[in-house]
């Protein structure tokens, strides 16, 4: 008599099979694969206790395995989290702009075998312009299960203070870096007063203020320009006013995480 299985009755030539609980719960365990947790991290230093909720840290503290986009900063982030594991047991992916070209479905190894893995970003939200945007794509074409958890987001939090149009908006990501991008910002301007749409946009810190310089160039004067510097850090800066008025005083924001946006009525 096989293990798994009991013969209980055979009347009218047909077998009724009970399969124990213990037997049922091992097969459900082979079928099923990990969870992907996609944890937010701080924008800035020092802040993870005001920006984050206990029980992101309640899930990460029962994780082993990671995907990360800098081995480096998601290390002292768990580290400082109270993980109780040590960092040297952990296992831990890269994923960020060197490593994106290449295959990543071996990532999702420790997800196939039932395993939880934890997502983490630089800074903020992970998989919104951001590297990490690749796995969970190709975790839903494997069918593992996503959870975002709460955290900071720059992008929602500078549309929140902006006082533009937070029901119609669009996040357009990272403009082009020479060629091109005053015509992008123009059609930016166009689609805003068109359809009445705030547009939000990045770049890189050490290239803020020349896309700064370009968006005062080009935008008309009564352009409504909201700048989002630091966003939760104690030098947080965020102000919206007419283009013609950032003229009068053009701020410094070289080196510093910022978000634009734009409104045009």
């Known amino acids: 008599m096989d293990s798994f299985a009991k013969n209980v009755s055979y009347k009218k030539r047909y077998f009724v099979i009970f399969v124990t609980l213990p037997h049922l719960n091992l097969l459900k365990k082979m079928e099923q ?7 937010p991290t701080p924008m800035s230093e020092g802040t993870a206790s005001r920006v984050l909720p206990a029980y992101n840290n309640e899930l990460l503290h029962n994780l082993r395995h990671f995907v990360v986009e800098e081995l480096k900063t998601a290390r002292r982030f768990i580290k400082a989290s109270g993980m109780p594991t040590p960092i040297e047991e952990l296992s831990f992916y890269e994923l960020n702009e060197h490593t994106r070209q290449q295959p990543i479905d071996h990532m999702l190894a420790p997800l196939l075998g039932g ?3 934890g997502l983490l970003s630089e800074a903020g939200c992970p998989a919104v312009a951001d590297p990490g945007a690749e796995l969970v794509k190709l975790a839903h074409a494997r069918g593992i299960r996503v959870v975002p958890l709460v955290g900071p987001s720059s992008i929602v939090m500078a549309l929140m ?14 403009l082009p870096v020479k060629e091109g991008r005053q015509k992008a910002i ?6 805003s007063r068109q359809h009445n749409q705030t547009q939000i946009f990045i770049e890189a810190p050490y290239r803020n203020q020349k ?6 160039a080009t935008c008309l004067p ?15 800066s965020i102000t919206t006013k007419p283009v013609k008025e950032w003229k009068r005083g053009v701020p410094d924001i070289n080196k510093r995480p910022a978000i634009f ?3 045009c009525c």
């Open 211 to 216: 896309l700064l310089d370009d968006i005062l």
């Open 161 to 174: 203070s902006s006082g533009m149009n937070g029901q119609n908006f669009a996040f357009c990501g990272y």
């Open 33 to 39: 694969t990990g969870t992907l947790y996609l944890f």
């Open 222 to 236: 009564e352009t409504l320009l909201c700048i989002a510097v630091d966003i939760t850090a104690p030098t947080e």
């Open 261 to 263: 946006l734009l409104h």
């Open 115 to 117: 395993l939880d893995v």
């Open 186 to 191: 123009k059609s930016l301007e166009s689609l």
